[in-house]
């Protein structure tokens, strides 16, 4: 008995319908049907008598249990024709049976319709028996969760959501800036391709490969080329499909999955998003017996049951493997691990060159400073960036993709989609003040990074934006540096506060403070940078768990917490105070600032320093450029 569950609940709902309307029908068929005789006229009850007493009534058919009778009756009033009349009876009366005896008169009985019984009967039976059959069902999938459910009638036997490319078509050339994984996952397509030279030897061939990377770092991209290289089948899955509703549904998708890719072999199964299903057991809500866990367990069973040689890979993602249960780790199983992190400067270069493969780009972009300008960019963004530079060429009935193009592209991935500008002036020129101070703030500390732009055309969420050419793959970050960062930050709000006052300021700067604090509160609770001490009171892998490591504060003392929030104070003043300083020393240059910024919209980095030289000294900031 093999039902899927999804076929059963689409049928159980028609086949509620349908017997509700059938258990209606044992109403509807009630109407009598009367046979042949069509009697439209009507006797009373009353004549009926006095006609059978004068022996004018040759024959009576009863119906509806004797509540209705067809009469054949002698009428004088209409020349003793024979006439077919209805008669209404006052109900079963043994008496006029007896009568019509007496007088001889041809006495039938006729039952209701038989098919409209037969399907009454059957409507009043499905509508129960289908009501009862799915409790049984449900109830049947609820109470057999320890034994793996759904092996007893292979019940949960799911539709596929896994997918099966026979030829992905993607080679190792499609991806790029992520050279090492390359390397390492190379030797897998030998597996898959040639598993006798390994066998040969006595190698055991892994079966596993866990990748671990942020999103959009081309993990999928990765595992497809693998398969693509190989010239294998590639099957996925992601892991979030595995958690349903149902328990046992996600355990037989696994089961699903490998027994199809056991058909197919050799052939490449990619799991995506693996840390759904495979958190550490035992620490999920609804105890030991949650659906995640049994698939888990399915799934580790699936992988030590078949052997390294059989030739299936399976290749699963993640980004978070500190969540992952130990077992899925052991050997055997994932036992390999590859990290795939977004491109350097020299991975951005070969992503956008894949990329720009089937692109028209005119002559004057140069890769390189595209891939310059998007540090920490991943292989998804740079793909998109190119995608949305070649929209933007296309509306703008261009040729070919110019710098223009890009410029708006990085300028959209990175902060959203642009605005209209406002024409209200005092708003705008609280919006000039506070982008200014970031910029001229960022523009007067040496240890910032330069402006790139300063605009008030709004994007995304903000109102206006300053840009920074941020300085990448430097390393270490110094604690000036990141006093600068907290004092720029401060930069908008502290500019509101010198023009407009106290009570003037605006909630254009929550971003900004949100910022600030958390960097603050790292340099306090684990680079030792406050007078708390050299101590490490947060550690990185909190902050993968929950984010921002903002809830992480009962690992110590409500005294030392207290303290943690003085010092963040302490730090986040500093550079409120250090920002208020260069804006009250310079305001002449930033209320020209301002007035351009209002006329232009927008003023480019070397223009704001060029401006701000003329009044005050601009350091030399030391820009790492990355070199090839
Ligand atoms: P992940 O699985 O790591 O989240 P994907 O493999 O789904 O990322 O990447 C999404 C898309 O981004 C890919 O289809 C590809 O177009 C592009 N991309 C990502 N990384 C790379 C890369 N290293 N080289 C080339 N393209 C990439
Ligand atoms: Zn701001």
Redesign the pocket.
């Known amino acids: 008995m093999k039902f899927s569950w999804r076929v059963i609940l689409l049928w159980t709902i028609p086949a509620l319908v349908i017997g509700f309307f059938l258990w209606q029908g044992t109403f509807a068929t009630t109407t009598t049907d009367f046979g042949n005789n069509t009697a439209s006229t009507r006797m009373t009850y009353g004549r009926f008598l006095e006609y059978l007493e004068q022996g004018r009534v040759g024959s009576v058919d009863l119906y509806e249990g004797g509540r209705t009778a067809i009469v054949q009756a002698v009428d004088p009033q209409l020349n003793n024709k024979t006439q077919v009349l209805r008669v209404d009876l006052p109900g079963n009366s043994p008496e006029l049976v007896a009568k019509l005896r007496d007088n001889n008169v041809a006495l039938e009985s006729h039952p209701a319709r038989s098919d409209g019984a037969l399907w009454g009967f059957l409507g009043n039976l499905i509508f129960p028996i289908l009501l009862i059959g799915a409790l049984f069902f449900l109830f049947r999938r609820s109470s057999n969760m320890p034994g793996g459910p759904g092996q007893a009638m292979n019940f949960g036997k799911s539709k596929a959501r896994f997918m099966m490319e026979a030829k992905t078509g993607i080679l190792f050339d ?5 050279e090492e994984a390359k390397e390492e996952l190379q030797e897998v397509v030998t597996f898959l391709k040639q598993p006798e030279r390994f066998t040969a030897v006595g190698a055991r061939i892994p079966k596993g490969v866990l990748l671990i ?1 942020p ?8 595992a497809k080329a693998i398969a693509g290289e190989a010239g294998v089948p590639f099957f996925s899955i992601s892991g979030s499909e595995f958690v349903e509703m149902f328990v046992g549904v996600g355990a037989s998708r696994v089961r699903d999955l490998f027994k199809k890719a056991k058909e197919n072999a050799p052939c490449l199964i990619f799991i ?1 998003e693996i840390d759904a299903v495979g958190r550490q057991r035992g620490a999920g809500i609804g105890g030991g017996n949650d659906e995640r866990e049994q698939t888990l367990n399915q799934l580790l069973t699936e992988m030590d049951g078949f052997e390294g040689n059989t030739g299936i890979i399976i290749i699963a ?1 993640t980004n978070r493997p500190d969540v992952l249960d130990s077992a899925l780790l052991r050997p055997g199983r994932f036992d390999r691990q590859v990290s ?1 992190d977004a ?1 350097d400067f020299k991975g951005r270069i070969g ?1 956008l060159e ?2 720009a493969r089937n692109k028209k780009l005119s002559s004057e972009i140069s890769i390189e400073s595209i891939a310059r300008r998007t540090p920490g960019f ?3 963004d740079l ?1 998109n960036l190119l995608n949305e530079a070649a929209i933007l060429t296309a509306r703008r009935r261009k040729e070919a993709i110019t710098m223009a193009e890009i410029n708006d592209a990085v300028d959209r991935v990175v902060a959203g989609m642009e605005g209209t500008p406002l024409v209200d002036s005092k708003s705008k020129r609280l919006i000039a003040y506070h982008e200014v101070g970031h910029a001229i703030v960022g523009t007067l500390l040496k240890d910032h990074d330069p402006v790139q732009k300063v605009t008030l055309i709004p994007r995304g969420q903000a109102q206006g934006l300053t840009w920074f050419t941020p300085n990448e793959e430097q390393g270490l970050t110094t604690r000036s540096q990141l006093m600068a960062r907290i004092a720029g930050a401060m930069g908008g709000r502290a500019a509101e506060e010198e023009v407009f006052g106290y009570h003037e300021v605006t909630t254009g700067a929550g971003g900004d403070l949100q910022q600030v604090t958390g960097l603050a509160r790292q340099m306090v609770t684990r680079f030792g940078m406050s007078e708390l001490g050299l101590l490490s009171l947060e550690d990185q892998t909190s902050e993968v768990f929950l984010g921002n490591g903002l809830m992480n504060r009962n690992e110590y003392s409500e005294e030392v917490a207290a303290k943690i929030d003085d010092q963040v104070r302490v730090l986040v003043e500093k550079g409120h105070d250090m920002a208020r300083t260069l804006i009250r020393d310079n305001r002449v240059v930033v209320d020209r600032l301002v007035d351009l910024l209002i006329e232009k919209e927008t003023i480019d980095g070397a223009e704001f320093r060029q401006i701000v030289a003329e009044y005050a000294e601009v350091p030399e900031k030391e820009q790492y450029v990355p070199q090839l």
């Open positions: 499609d991806v790029a800036g992520i990377g999103p959009g770092t081309g993990k999928t991209l990765m995506d993602a795939v491109p992503v894949v990329h991943t292989g998804a793909a």
